[in-house]
């Protein structure tokens, strides 16, 4: 039966701060019913005892009147009391119960437990309510005593429904009914497992809580023995052999690793069980079925437990020896052997044991990244421990033909995970190194103490090199067999991979190190002293001794050099013609992926590798030409070499035979013809490879890749091969070709390389090839080409030609997508553009080109106009548009395209000439200076010619202005806010910060480009606590865009965020000892312009030490800086904190000799007395005056120096002394000002002339008006 309580009576009661004695009538109709139901207990009425408590407890919640302690104690007696009648119900039921009705018994029971243990929970907390801490107190008063008594029964009941409850939910998942087979068919529910070990946990803390203070009950301490009994027997009580136990007392990872080893240990006594015989017998099978979903359902639980707390719970799995078991079932043969042949039941069972795979493999690579468990429980000792050599296997073991024959890509995930644990492998064994190479500490004296770590030997670790290549080339193989054209997953696995191995100087690894390693005894250590612990911060060096620093820095160069000689090795080892032909199989890959992303990181990667091996050989080539000069199709890598100058490297280039595609006579020709073309496409794929490696060269070394297009490709036949590639008309070979035009021609020696190719139209075919990418890399070769020799600059056809050529591969994107061949749903047409990897690099190069061109002063006035290319669709957007809408796209910003569409928006806002200045700055000669330098050496033939080219591209700053305007129309600013909040490249970041600040010079804009986040995201930029030297630089930049944006600004318009977050920016770029004058003058007038705004602003300036950084910023060399900075602390008047800067008698002489020097400085001269004139309303400040040793000379001065202005302030300073009467009065007296405005004002007070008599201007004329009406105040005032 089910006891029903109605909610309102469960809840706990509040009681009033007073102690009235409440609503008599309904305390004792409660106490009465109370008293009935106590009198029903005794008689075996459980039911009737329930409904008379509870109508009690309604009484009292029902009542109106204030509620003192003594009910409150009334009501934790009455759910106390219902509580055992509730566990009583429980026992009766239980008892009387069959098999027809024990369901429904036991899901009544288990309600009733639950109002039982709210009953108690809520009585409890009115206990608290009442006694605070009385439970813990020594008190033996009675009171105490029975409270502690009442607390005791309470806590015990609820411990008893706990236990009952948690046993309930046992028995319900536990049901012994659900199959008969030997292995359990999946009926495991961990969580609810879960929630039964948390029931008797919670019963466990009541009954220890009540022994704490009741150390003799004998029940407390048989029900607290009973679940200690049950945690101790585990799962070990009633469960069948292969079935997951119930587990109590040990952790999800621990139940679910059980039940994983019982599966295999199943699948392996059964016959053939370790080939997966056994499991073949019930492929297929439902009950099969739910045995591989539990196995997947027990991994994910795992998974989650690493998510919550990766630390316990991956030592916890090496601990239970989940090493070796989750290796075993990522091999494969574990859990199953798929042959080729399927049904669907079977296909089924086959995609979820590669889910099981794959969990296995994440959950070892998740726990890989834990260093402790790395060093404890990771081996290379055989082929079943975790290694790169047994993940090697895993990745090579027919994967490719399984994921094939079944249609799936589920193998391809497998090879996936095992690739990231590879990673994670490297990552750890890299670590291992930091802690050999930085645990001894150095002492002052630049000794060093050892400290027991175990050496490291790469033999004897869990990273096997000739494993890693394998690996690496098999992933290489499948990204070339694949048949899906989308598929470049593994290849890119595989490049990370190898990219962590081969890492050369990865100072990073040792911010990644294992805080635990670093900070093991100490936790008041933060992650980020952790990560920076062994790096040498300028204020770290101040502290050190010499010889400690010397050391340190020592010990991180052996590391770095350390690093170099290891990468090194590996790459020489995958790239050389030993063990692995991994370039080959690289090369290979790159060649024939339809992703030209992929194909560009491929080739990155490459020319990093060639850098690494430079380094390591001091700079020399030649080991990297031995390293690739095979992979090029060259028989010598000292062609093209001199050697004791009397061999002519073209000579020697030419005498090699080139391995080229021969023409075939069709006479003499007895091969089949289908055994032709397989012939030529091998030849084809041969040149694609050395075309591959020759871009690689060029970007990673322009000097051996220059050498590589002259003389290592083919012996020297480098350009007619590339020749062929370009009129093969296979897209890969073509699009190898246009990426190697486009890096030749960034390089000063290899462009005259491709002369050839313009001179036979050749490029001029690749500019109208449909084809976008191939388009893309010869448009950026013409205008290299064309810019380096100056020829665009006389041909503003071949500009435009290019130009409509960049702009279209601005929209190959549409097309992208329409030729994409993947199985992901299409965009919808209302989301954004995103910048996809099929189309990214189009995108890149038409923005690259796009870079090139705007240098000029046609194109800019184009784009900026909204030009679009004749002939284009009539929905096509202007060129600024699509820029902007590329640039707002998702993943732009921390895409190549943010620092060229960065650049775009920065050149679009300047002029030539605006730039050529600037290259001066800092130098000792100025742009003029030069300009006459080299006028003299040139002819006037060549003066005219350079006249007419100025005349040409003469950008005047009106025509900049405009531009602005435009660009801020178009919402470039915008645009330039989203790559600046996303992108996290400093060069991209420079370029944005740049840019804005140039936008920011036109004044008609700067209101549009806080509407459009501008000045938020500049102050939003944060580069931590101690930012690198290009950091600052950048911090720099936003602040004096800050600056910019806020001279002219209303602040109304602003937010308080707005206005309060610019000060402190703006404060710091007034401190910044390398900032330009014009930085600081602007930062200056901001903050004038800020402060003298509201009384807020100036609080923000004064808590930010804002007062003694404008003070210093006054003894400027520079005297716009000085007058700024003058003119900034007249509008922090009459703030309380300025004031009494005033007052004191250094600062007052400060402003006095300002106000004096005139002559030298009027602007701050005058800035000085206005200040005084307007804070002189100020007593004390009055007082600080006129005891300042210079006030006679101050006010005799400036009254007699025949400045209208200075004479005007003055003239306010003394109506201001003399309005303070007494002393001040006295003080002005003796200065001799009240005759001084007596003779001034009998001087312009003659009534037969006028102004214009007086002959002054008529600005003047105001300024006189003023000072003859402060003169006839002063005259009042003294008389």
């Known amino acids: 039966m089910e006891v029903k309580t109605p909610a309102s009576s469960s809840m706990s009661m509040s009681m009033s701060s007073g102690g009235g004695s409440g609503s008599s009538s309904a305390v004792e109709q409660a106490q009465e019913l109370k008293d009935?139901?106590?009198?029903?207990?005794?008689?075996?009425?459980?039911?009737?005892?329930?409904?008379?408590?509870?109508?009690?407890?309604?009484?009292?919640?029902?009542?109106?009147?204030?509620?003192?302690?003594?009910?409150?104690?009334?009501?934790?007696?009455?759910?106390?009391n219902r509580a055992m009648c509730q566990l009583k119900a429980v026992e009766i039921s239980s008892a009387s119960s069959t098999t027809a009705t024990a369901k429904s018994i036991q899901r009544n029971n288990q309600q009733t437990l639950q109002n039982c243990i709210d009953d108690c929970t809520a009585a409890l907390k009115n206990l608290d309510n009442v006694g605070g801490s009385i439970w813990?107190?020594?008190?033996?008063?009675?009171?105490?005593?029975?409270?502690?008594?009442?607390?005791?029964?309470?806590?015990?009941?609820?411990?008893?429904?706990?236990?009952?409850?948690?046993?309930?939910?046992?028995?319900?998942?536990?049901?012994?009914?659900?199959?008969?087979?030997?292995?359990?068919?999946?009926?495991?529910?961990i969580n609810d497992t879960d929630i039964q070990e948390k029931n008797l946990n919670a019963a466990a803390k009541d009954l220890l809580q009540l022994l704490s203070f009741d150390p003799n009950n004998t029940e407390a301490a048989t029900l607290l023995r009973s679940i200690r009994t049950r945690y101790s027997a585990g799962g070990q009580e009633g469960g069948r052999e292969g079935e997951a136990s119930s587990g109590l007392g040990r952790s999800p990872i621990s139940r679910s690793l059980d039940y994983?080893?019982?599966?295999?240990?199943?699948?392996?006594?059964?016959?053939?069980?370790?080939?997966?015989?056994?499991?073949?017998?019930?492929?297929?099978?439902?009950?099969?079925?739910?045995?591989?979903?539990?196995?997947?359902?027990?991994?994910?639980?795992?998974?989650?437990?690493?998510?919550?707390?990766?630390?316990?719970?991956?030592?916890e799995i090496g601990r239970r020896g989940g090493v070796p078991l989750l290796m075993r079932i990522a091999r494969r043969d574990a859990l199953a052997n798929v042959s080729p042949s399927k049904t669907h039941k079977q296909q089924e069972q086959a995609d979820i044991i590669d889910h099981c795979r794959i969990a296995s493999l994440h959950i070892l690579s998740a726990c890989c990244s834990h260093d402790p468990f790395a060093i404890k429980y990771i081996s290379a000792r055989d082929d079943t421990s975790l290694s790169t050599r047994s993940l090697a296997q895993i990745i090579m073991k027919d994967e490719v033909e399984a994921c094939r024959d079944r249609g799936g890509n589920g193998v391809e995930h497998v090879i996936l995970a095992a690739l990231a644990v590879s990673v994670r492998l490297i990552v750890h064994w890299n670590h291992m190194e930091v802690k050999r190479a930085f645990a001894p500490k150095i002492m002052e004296d630049g000794t060093s103490v050892e400290v027991a770590v175990s050496p490291v030997n790469e033999e004897d670790s869990e990273v096997d090199s000739s494993s890693v290549c394998q690996a690496a080339i098999s992933a290489f193989m499948w990204g070339r067999s694949s048949v899906d054209d989308s598929d470049v997953g593994l290849p890119r696995a595989a490049l990370d991979l190898l990219s962590t191995w081969t890492a050369s100087d990865d100072l990073d690894t040792i911010d990644a190190a294992s805080e635990e390693h670093y900070f093991a005894s100490s936790s008041s250590h933060t992650k980020k002293e952790a990560r920076h612990r062994y790096r040498i911060s300028a204020d770290e060096i101040r502290v050190m001794k010499p010889r400690q620093a010397a050391a340190h820095r020592k010990r991180e160069a052996d590391y770095r050099r350390e690093n170099i000689r290891r990468a090194n090795r590996r790459i020489s080892m995958f790239c050389g013609d030993g063990v692995s032909g991994g370039l080959d199989?690289?090369?290979?890959?790159?060649?024939?992926?339809?992703?030209?992303?992929?194909?560009?990181?491929?080739?990155?990667?490459?020319?990093?590798?060639?850098?690494?091996?430079?380094?390591?050989?001091?700079?020399?080539?030649?080991?990297v030409k031995k390293l690739i000069y095979r992979g090029l199709g060259c028989t010598d890598w000292k062609v093209g070499k001199c050697e004791d100058g009397d061999i002519d490297a073209q000579e020697q280039g030419s005498s090699f035979t080139a391995l080229t595609i021969e023409e075939l006579d069709d006479a003499g020709e007895e091969k089949e013809s289908g055994e032709m073309d397989e012939m030529d496409e091998a030849q084809l794929l041969a040149m694609m490879k050395r075309g591959q490696l020759t871009v690689s060269l060029l970007v990673g070394i322009p000097a051996v890749g220059t050498w590589a297009l002259k003389h290592g490709w083919s012996?020297?036949?480098?350009?007619?091969?590339?020749?062929?590639?370009?009129?093969?008309?296979?897209?890969?070979?073509?699009?190898?070709?246009?990426?190697?035009?486009?890096?030749?021609?960034?390089?000063?020696?290899?462009?005259?390389?491709?002369?050839?190719?313009?001179?036979?139209?050749?490029?001029?075919?690749?500019?109208?090839?449909?084809?976008?990418?191939?388009?893309?890399?010869?448009?950026?070769?013409?205008?290299?080409?064309?810019?380096?020799?100056?020829?665009?600059?006389?041909?503003?056809?071949?500009?435009?030609?290019?130009?409509?050529?960049?702009?279209?591969?601005?929209?190959?994107?549409?097309?992208?997508?329409?030729?994409?061949?993947?199985?992901?749903?299409?965009?919808?047409?209302?989301?954004?553009?995103?910048?996809?990897?099929?189309?990214?690099?189009?995108?890149?190069?038409?923005?690259?080109?796009?870079?090139?061109?705007?240098?000029?002063?046609?194109?800019?006035?184009?784009?900026?106009?909204?030009?679009?290319?004749?002939?284009?669709?009539?929905?096509?957007?202007?060129?600024?548009?699509?820029?902007?809408?590329?640039?707002?796209?998702?993943?732009?910003?921390?895409?190549?395209?943010?620092?060229?569409?960065?650049?775009?928006?920065?050149?679009?806002?300047?002029?030539?000439?605006?730039?050529?200045?600037?290259?001066?700055?800092?130098?000792?000669?100025?742009?003029?200076q030069y300009d006459q330098l080299q006028s003299m050496g040139k002819t006037e033939e060549e003066k005219d010619a350079e006249a007419k080219k100025e005349d040409r591209d003469r950008d005047d700053p009106s025509s900049v202005s405009e531009r602005i305007r435009k660009l801020a129309s178009a919402n470039v600013p915008g645009a330039m806010v989203k790559l600046l909040e996303g992108s996290s490249s400093d060069a991209a970041q420079e370029k944005l910060l740049e840019g804005m600040g140039r936008m920011a010079s036109e004044p008609s804009v700067r209101g549009i480009m806080i509407q459009q986040g501008c000045l938020t995201s500049c102050l939003r930029l944060s580069k931590g606590d101690d930012p690198s030297e290009k950091e600052k630089m950048l911090l720099r930049r936003a602040r004096?865009?800050?600056?910019?944006?806020?001279?002219?600004?209303?602040?109304?318009?602003?937010?308080?965020?707005?206005?309060?977050?610019?000060?402190?920016?703006?404060?710091?770029?007034?401190?910044?000892?390398?900032?330009?004058d014009l930085q600081h003058f602007e930062a200056l007038m901001s903050i004038t312009?800020?402060?003298?705004?509201?009384?807020?602003?100036?609080?923000?300036?004064?808590?930010?030490?804002?007062?003694?950084?404008?003070?210093?910023?006054?003894?400027?060399?520079?005297?716009?800086?000085?007058?700024?900075?003058?003119?900034?602390m007249c509008n922090m008047v009459p703030h309380p904190k300025f004031m009494e800067y005033l007052t004191k008698e250094d600062n007052m002489r400060v402003w006095v000799a300002f106000s004096l020097d005139y002559e030298a400085n009027f602007a701050c001269a005058r800035a000085a007395i206005g200040c005084l004139a307007m804070a002189v309303p100020d007593p004390e400040v009055a007082k600080a005056i006129i005891q300042n040793r210079n006030f006679n000379e101050l006010i005799r001065t400036l009254l007699e120096c025949g400045q209208l202005e200075l004479m005007h302030r003055v003239l306010a300073l003394i109506v201001g002394l003399l309005e303070h009467g007494g002393d001040c009065q006295e003080a002005v007296v003796t200065t001799g000002a009240g005759p001084f405005c007596e003779a001034y004002l009998t001087s312009y007070s003659d009534e037969n002339k006028t102004m214009e008599d007086f002959k002054f201007s008529s600005a003047d004329r105001g300024a006189l008006t003023a000072t003859l009406n402060l003169a006839k105040e002063i005259a009042r005032l003294l008389r």
Request: aromatic residues 4%; charged residues 20%.
């Open 1089 to 1128: 312009n800020l402060a003298g705004f509201d009384d807020e602003t100036k609080n923000g300036v004064v808590t930010q030490g804002g007062i003694s950084i404008l003070g210093y910023a006054m003894f400027s060399d520079h005297e716009m800086v000085r007058q700024a900075a003058t003119e900034a």
């Open 1040 to 1076: 004096s865009c800050v600056a910019k944006l806020l001279v002219t600004t209303n602040p109304a318009i602003l937010t308080v965020s707005q206005r309060s977050g610019a000060v402190g920016p703006l404060l710091k770029l007034v401190k910044d000892s390398d900032a330009l």
């Open 715 to 928: 012996n020297g036949n480098g350009i007619s091969e590339l020749k062929r590639l370009i009129s093969s008309n296979d897209s890969h070979a073509m699009s190898i070709a246009s990426e190697l035009v486009s890096a030749a021609s960034s390089i000063e020696g290899a462009r005259p390389l491709l002369a050839t190719l313009v001179e036979e139209g050749t490029l001029d075919d690749m500019l109208t090839h449909p084809d976008a990418d191939v388009r893309s890399g010869a448009a950026s070769c013409a205008a290299k080409i064309g810019l380096a020799s100056k020829a665009l600059s006389a041909d503003e056809g071949e500009v435009k030609g290019l130009l409509d050529v960049a702009i279209e591969l601005l929209f190959d994107e549409g097309k992208c997508d329409a030729e994409k061949k993947t199985k992901i749903h299409p965009i919808p047409k209302q989301a954004p553009v995103s910048i996809t990897s099929e189309c990214t690099t189009s995108m890149e190069r038409g923005v690259e080109v796009l870079a090139y061109l705007v240098s000029k002063t046609s194109v800019k006035e184009m784009i900026a106009s909204g030009y679009i290319p004749p002939g284009s669709p009539g929905n096509r957007k202007p060129a600024l548009e699509r820029l902007v809408e590329i640039a707002c796209s998702p993943n732009s910003a921390d895409s190549h395209i943010a620092y060229g569409i960065a650049g775009i928006f920065n050149l679009l806002s300047v002029s030539i000439d605006t730039l050529r200045k600037e290259a001066f700055i800092g130098k000792e000669i100025t742009k003029e």
């Open 136 to 189: 813990t107190s020594s008190s033996s008063s009675s009171s105490n005593t029975n409270l502690l008594q009442t607390r005791g029964k309470i806590l015990y009941r609820r411990a008893k429904a706990l236990v009952a409850i948690g046993s309930g939910t046992n028995s319900v998942i536990r049901d012994s009914a659900s199959s008969s087979s030997s292995v359990s068919s999946g009926n495991i529910n």
């Open 260 to 315: 994983l080893e019982s599966l295999l240990v199943q699948c392996d006594e059964e016959e053939g069980g370790a080939d997966g015989t056994y499991t073949d017998q019930i492929v297929g099978n439902q009950e099969g079925l739910g045995v591989i979903n539990t196995a997947l359902t027990c991994l994910r639980t795992i998974q989650a437990s690493l998510a919550d707390d990766i630390s316990s719970s991956a030592m």
């Open 36 to 80: 009935q139901g106590n009198d029903f207990f005794r008689k075996g009425k459980i039911q009737d005892a329930i409904q008379s408590y509870t109508t009690a407890l309604n009484c009292i919640h029902q009542s109106n009147d204030s509620i003192n302690n003594d009910t409150v104690l009334l009501s934790t007696t009455l759910l106390s």
């Open 585 to 623: 199989a690289l090369l290979t890959c790159a060649a024939t992926t339809d992703d030209p992303r992929l194909r560009r990181e491929m080739g990155l990667q490459i020319g990093r590798w060639m850098n690494v091996v430079a380094e390591e050989n001091g700079g020399n080539d030649d080991e």
